[in-house]
Nanobody, 115 residues
Framework: VQLVESGGGTVQPGGSLRLSCAAS????????MSWHRQAPGKERELVAA????????YYRDSVKGRFTISRDNAKNTEYLQMNNLKFEDTAMYYC?????????WGQGTQVTVSS
C-alpha cells in the first residue's frame, strides 16, 4: 500500500498550493480519504475529508472557504486546493485512507507559509 503526497512548498501569505495524494496497491475508490496536518509541537489535526463518492465533504472551521478537497477515483488521487494561505497553515500535511478498521497514511508533504 502506498500513499504519496506531493505539492508542498513555501509560499507567501495569500498564496496558493495544490496538494496531491497518489494511491496505489489498494482499491482507492472504496476508501474515505482525508487530509491532516501537524505543526511543530502540536497534535495532528483533521483538515478536510471526502467520502468515496466525492460529494460528502468536511472541513475544519479554520479552512472553510479557503481549502477544497477533491478526489479522482479514475486516477487514484486525492487533492487539496489551498488558497489564501495563512501563517497558521504551516505544517506537515498528510493524506489518510480509511475503510472500516483499515487505515493508511502517507509520509507527508511540508507546507510553509512565510513572508
Amino acid at each position: 500500500v502506498q500513499l504519496v503526497e506531493s505539492g508542498g512548498g513555501t509560499v507567501q501569505p495569500g498564496g496558493s498550493l495544490r496538494l496531491s495524494c497518489a494511491a496505489s496497491e489498494f482499491t482507492f475508490s472504496r476508501y474515505d480519504m482525508s487530509w491532516h496536518r501537524q505543526a511543530p509541537g502540536k497534535e495532528r489535526e483533521l483538515v478536510a475529508a471526502i467520502g468515496v463518492g466525492g460529494t460528502d465533504t468536511y472541513y475544519r472551521d479554520s479552512v472553510k472557504g479557503r481549502f477544497t478537497i477533491s478526489r479522482d477515483n479514475a486516477k487514484n488521487t486525492e487533492y487539496l486546493q489551498m488558497n489564501n494561505l495563512k501563517f497558521e497553515d504551516t505544517a506537515m500535511y498528510y493524506c489518510k485512507a480509511r475503510r472500516g478498521g483499515r487505515v493508511y497514511w502517507g509520509q507527508g508533504t511540508q507546507v510553509t507559509v512565510s513572508s
